[in-house]
């Protein structure tokens, strides 16, 4: 974990991504936070930070799999396996986990916010079931969580690599599973959100049939 504390692993980016998820923290747990993201107007902002993160983080994402021989990146599989980790370790060398230890924790730290801020204010502007909502509020809360987790991690693991500690041990088969749930709530929540709207949709159209027929 003291591989953390090197300052040279952190940049501008790594601000601005902390400040923006301090942001989703807000929108996330405080009532004032509900309100604003329930507006719709606040959707185009969240579209408007994942059109500009996601090309950089996906352009990096380019670099580091070509800079590991062609074994695409952890963040460039929807899952991925412990055996993985590994073989992208050793195909990324010393200097390339070293840059994507860097990756981890500036660039790809504006990705998440963005991603979570889109999420939450789609679904808490268009859903009115409450229960739906708070639904999606866990399903985002653990699909930030998992990210920042993992963002947070991954660099552990492989600015100490090939060193085989318990810590290493434990981080080869956890960064997976982290992932996992990431990219598991991520769909759960698009899911969630379009099945309410073909609902919501669905008793629209009931009720007009009702009224046509009683008219």
């Not at 985002?140 to 987790?149: D, M």
């Amino acid at each position: 974990m003291t591989a953390l504390l090197n300052l040279d692993l952190y940049s501008m980016n790594t601000l601005l991504g902390l400040v923006w998820s301090m942001v989703i923290f807000y929108l996330l747990y405080t009532d004032k936070g509900a309100v604003i993201s329930s507006s719709r107007w606040v959707i185009p902002l969240m579209l408007a930070g994942v059109y500009f993160s996601v090309p950089a983080v996906a352009a990096e994402v380019n670099a580091l799999t070509q800079l590991s021989g062609g074994i695409t990146t952890l963040d460039g599989h929807l899952f991925y396996t412990s055996v993985h980790v590994t073989e992208f370790a050793d195909g990324l060398g010393l200097a390339g986990r070293l840059r994507y230890a860097e990756f981890q924790l500036g660039l790809d730290t504006l990705a998440p916010p963005a991603f979570a801020g889109f999420m939450l204010t789609v679904a808490r502007s268009t859903i009115s079931s409450m229960p739906v909502r708070r639904l999606v509020t866990v399903l985002v809360s653990l699909y930030f969580f998992s990210v920042l987790f993992a963002n947070a991690l991954m660099p552990v693991y492989m600015l100490n690599y090939p060193e085989q500690s318990s810590l290493s041990s434990a981080l080869y088969f956890l960064l997976p599973v982290l992932d996992g749930l990431k990219y598991g709530a991520h769909g759960v929540v698009w899911l969630v959100t379009l099945s309410s709207w073909a609902y919501s949709l669905a008793n629209t159209r009931q009720r007009v049939s009702k009224t046509s027929e009683t008219v």
